[in-house]
Every structure is written in C-alpha cells, then in structure tokens.
C-alpha cells in the first residue's frame, strides 16, 4: 500500500493549537496519522491524545504510543465518547475536514471518478447509504436540492433530470454509469472540476457531512477548557463559512475569541508538494476564561 495521506497545513495547524505538554487534546480525523503524530511530538508523558476516526482502515496508522487512545467513531459524536472515558475537558480539539489519500486511490472505496468502481463513498463502509442508494432512489427535487447546496451548480435540476431519466431500477451502480448520465453536461477541457464538485455533493451526503460538522462545532465549546483551542481545517466554501458564522458568533457571546481573523492559506511550497492542499483554508478559536459544563 502507498502513502495513506499527507497532512495538510501541518505545521500552521499544530501552532494554532498551542499544545501545553501536560495537556489532553482530540485529533477529531485521524486518518493518516500525520497531525496526531506531530501533537505527540509536543506533549509529555502526561499528555493525551484521542484520535477519531469512523474508517476501520486507518487503525493501521495508530503509533505505538501509550498517549493516544484511538476511537472508531465519528467526531459528532465527540461528547458521548467523551464523557464515556471519563474526559471532562481539552486542551484542544483539531479537525482536518478533507478526505485521505487512501480514501481518493482506493478504487472500490468509490470516491474518485479516475476508477470504474461501486459508488459507494461511504467513510464507514458498515453503516449508511451509498452513493448508488442515493442516485437511484432519491426524487429529482432531491437531487437538485443536493447538486445545488453541496456544489453550487445553477443546473442542478437539469443534472438531477439527466440522472432520473439515465437511471432504471438499481442501473446506476458504478463511476461509469454516472459519467454516462451526465455526459452532455461535462465541460470539455473542464471535465476533471465538473466531476469532482458532482462527487462531492454526493460525498457530503452520503456522509452527512453539514450535520457532522455542526454537530463538532456545537459540542466543541462545552468540551475546551479555558485557553484551549480549536482549529479546523477546511476544502469549500460551505464548509468554510460554517466555521466563521460558528466563530463569529460564539465570539459575539464571549464564549470564544478569534485566533486568526483571517484564514490560514498553505504556502506555495505545500500547494506544489500536494495539489489537494490549494483549497485548504485554516481557521482557528481560543475558548474564554469562562466554562460551561458539559
């Protein structure tokens, strides 16, 4: 197996964390390791680090390393885990929303359009519905409503109509038989970013992405002890906006401040190194002196 991922913005995001060496901190997206790695690198012995991760694949990538607890489960669910292991509070909470390397170049795992393969894009492979579920039963306002908030497409109905029209029961089941149904929409010279922002809205649903990320946010607050931090890293603008009205507003209510008023951008350096690093954006909020119990 190749490189599981490359972690983006990786230094920019440990020193948003300001990582205390006796401090308990949540890597909320494990995924290759990379970040959690390097929060390791800065704590203690008596630092702790739980690691999140709803893809059984990424167990492969847990260092031996005493300090970290690593978590089959996704990060919306951050305070039940929490509280189940006796955490009451953190010194900082990191989420790299982007999707790995191994995820992209696994072909039956069904999140590029470089592979004939299932459409499947499910991050936990035994719970869910897949991409195929989706494009064969949801109704073409459905679809429309998905292409149109997950991927900003004006078309989005037209798309949605090709794909209802394309599909018989169950026929739309692989990569290929999606490029088919779209085939008159796809951009010469542009088929790559047409593609790619289709397999996103699918992605996002099929994952519910929005609600988890809402759901990290809002547990997020009562989670930090005071002083510590929360850093996210994001790839479009939806899911960037979240984070800066959820920052913005928290901050009004004195619950938060501002780390960085501006995004974080990767250096041209990392964008040459990585090409799935130039949408990354970085955004990163201290919790007040005052704490809420959870």
């Keep these: 197996m190749g490189l599981y991922h490359t972690p983006v913005l990786l230094r920019e995001s440990i020193e948003s964390l300001n990582i205390k060496s006796s401090g308990i901190y949540l890597d909320a997206t494990f995924g290759g390791g990379g970040h959690s790695r390097a929060i390791l690198e800065q704590l203690g012995q008596k630092g702790r680090l739980l690691a999140f991760d709803q893809d059984p ?16 489960s996704n990060f919306r669910f951050i305070h039940n885990v929490c509280k189940y292991r006796g955490v009451t509070g953190v010194d900082g909470i990191l989420a790299d ?4 390397w191994h995820q992209f170049d696994t072909a039956d795992r069904g999140f590029s359009f470089r ?6 894009m499910r991050m936990n492979r035994e719970s ?8 064969n039963n949801y109704s073409r306002k459905d679809l429309a409503s998905l292409f149109f908030r997950f991927a900003e497409f004006k078309n989005a109905g037209a798309l949605a109509g090709a794909i209802v029209e394309a ?22 010279n542009a088929e790559h970013k047409f593609l790619a922002k289709i397999y996103q809205a699918l992605r996002m649903e099929v994952n519910e992405e929005i609600r988890a990320l809402e759901g990290l946010l809002n547990q997020s607050i009562p989670l930090l002890n005071p002083g510590g931090r929360l850093v996210v890293i994001t790839y479009h603008s939806l899911e960037d906006r979240m984070v800066k009205h959820f920052i913005r507003d928290a901050s009004a209510n004195g619950l938060i401040r501002p780390v960085n008023k501006k995004p974080i951008l990767p250096r041209e350096e990392e964008i040459q190194q990585n090409t799935r690093a130039r949408s990354a954006k970085l955004r990163a909020a201290e919790r007040t002196e005052e704490k809420i119990h959870a």
Excluded: H, M
């Design 128 to 135: 869910g519905k897949t991409a195929a579920e989706i494009l």
């Design 115 to 120: 592979f004939e393969a299932p459409l499947d």
């Design 97 to 100: 929303l982007g999707v790995s």
């Design 57 to 72: 694949d990424s167990q492969q990538n847990i260092p031996d390393d005493n300090r970290i607890s690593w978590i089959r």
């Design 167 to 188: 599909r018989s029961p169950g026929s739309l089941q692989t990569t290929g038989d999606l490029a088919r149904a779209l085939e008159r929409f796809i951009p010469r």
